[in-house]
């Protein structure tokens, strides 16, 4: 069974730096695009940044320069380093990977940036 599993959330201090991973278990071969989304309070989901098996990066708008997404193929698992947060940063933030034609997310991990 394919599962997401996230770590990394916590609270930290405006211009601080936190540090997401995301590993896929199940023994399956990730070969579609991985990536995070993030949800604050009353807030519609949205991208944060994804990346290719090949390494290509899309990132909102809001945290490029910022944040940057790795991935290694070997480990089915992506990185998400987060730094100059802020506190529009607060949300839960949530992976996801496309697997074989399926797309699944991770149950969130929350980050909290407090000014």
């Known amino acids: 069974q394919v599962q997401l599993v996230e770590s990394g959330g916590g609270l930290v201090q405006a211009g601080g730096s936190l540090r997401l991973s995301c590993g896929v278990s199940?023994?399956?071969?990730?070969?579609?695009?991985m990536g995070w989304y993030r949800q604050a309070p009353g807030k519609q989901r949205d991208l944060v940044a994804t990346?290719?098996?090949?390494?290509?990066?899309n990132y909102a708008d809001s945290v490029k320069g910022r944040f940057t997404l790795s991935r290694d193929n070997a480990k089915n698992t992506v990185y998400l380093q987060m730094n100059s947060l802020k506190p529009e940063d607060t949300a839960v933030y949530y992976c996801?990977?496309?697997?074989?034609?399926?797309?699944?997310w991770g149950q969130g991990t929350q980050v909290t940036v407090s000014s």
């Open positions: 996801n990977a496309d697997i074989m034609f399926m797309n699944y």
């Open positions: 199940g023994g399956i071969r990730v070969t579609g695009a």
């Open positions: 990346i290719t098996r090949g390494g290509t990066t």
